[in-house]
C-alpha cells in the first residue's frame, strides 16, 4: 500500500486566497483526521471523519475552515479566506477500525504559507 | 477532557546515553496510549502502542515504554541512543480523539 496521500506538499499563496489541501486515505481505513501543527501549538486535531461523516469538527479554528469526504478514498480541507496565521503543515491521518484500537498513520503532510 | 504532558521540551544526550522521556496524561475511560516519532522533514511514525495486557511494551529501534496507570504515565525509554535518534517524539493518548503532547525534541550529539 503506498500508505496516506497528501497533496500538494508546499503550498504558498497570498492572503486572502482560497487553499484546498487533499487527501488520500489507506484503503480500507474507516477514519480520517485532519492535523495542524505549528511551532506555536503542536499537532491539533482540526476534525475527523468516520465512514466518510465529520464526527468531531470542535478543533476547526473558525468558519474560514471547511472539510469534506465525498467518498471513502479521498477528503479535502479548504480555507477560504486564507490568512497568514494559517500557515503550518497539515497533516492528513487514517486509521483501521479494529475494535477500538486505533493505530494512526499519517501523511507526509503539506506545508502551508500564507503570505 | 483528556490531555496529554511531556515535561521534557529539548532534550540533549550524547551517542550511548541513555534517555527517558516524560509523559503524563489524563484521560477518562480506557486508554490507548502511543509515542510517534518526527525525523527531521518527515511525517509522524508510530514508535509504539499500548492498548492493554502487559504495561511494559517494546517498539521500533529499540524503545520500549511503560504504562504506570497510578501515576497517569507512559514514559519512553531507550537504554543507548544512537545519532540516528535526533528527531521530535511525541506521546498521545485518546481512541479516535487523539490527543498529542507538545512533543519533546531529541538532539543526540555524535
Known amino acids: 500500500d503506498a500508505g496516506v496521500i497528501q497533496s500538494p506538499r508546499h503550498e504558498v499563496t497570498e492572503m486572502g486566497q482560497e487553499v484546498t489541501l487533499r487527501c488520500k486515505p489507506i484503503s480500507g481505513h474507516d477514519y480520517l483526521f485532519w492535523y495542524r501543527q505549528t511551532m506555536m501549538r503542536g499537532l491539533e486535531l482540526l476534525i475527523y471523519f468516520n465512514n466518510n461523516v465529520p464526527i468531531d469538527d470542535s478543533g476547526m479554528p473558525e468558519d474560514r475552515f471547511s472539510a469534506k469526504m465525498p467518498n471513502a478514498s479521498f477528503s479535502t480541507l479548504k480555507i477560504q479566506p486564507s490568512e497568514p496565521r494559517d500557515s503550518a503543515v497539515y497533516f492528513c491521518a487514517s486509521s483501521p477500525d479494529r475494535r477500538g484500537h486505533n493505530e494512526q498513520f499519517f501523511g507526509p503532510g503539506t506545508r502551508l504559507t500564507v503570505l | 477532557a483528556q490531555s496529554v504532558s511531556q515535561h521534557n521540551h529539548h532534550v540533549i544526550l550524547s551517542e550511548a546515553a541513555s534517555l527517558e522521556l516524560g509523559c503524563n496524561y489524563s484521560y477518562g475511560g480506557t486508554v490507548n496510549l502511543f509515542w510517534y516519532v518526527q525525523y527531521p522533514g518527515q511525517h509522524l511514525q508510530l514508535l509504539l502502542k499500548?492498548?492493554?495486557?502487559?504495561?511494559l511494551v517494546k517498539g521500533i529501534k529499540g524503545f520500549e515504554a511503560e504504562f504506570i496507570k497510578s501515576k497517569f504515565s507512559f514514559n519512553l525509554r531507550k537504554p543507548s541512543v544512537q545519532w540516528s535518534d535526533t528527531a521530535e517524539y511525541f506521546c498521545?493518548?485518546?481512541?479516535?480523539?487523539?490527543?498529542f503532547g507538545a512533543g519533546t525534541r531529541l538532539t543526540v550529539k555524535p
Open positions: 499500548y492498548f492493554s495486557g502487559d504495561p
Open positions: 498521545a493518548v485518546g481512541r479516535n480523539d487523539m490527543r
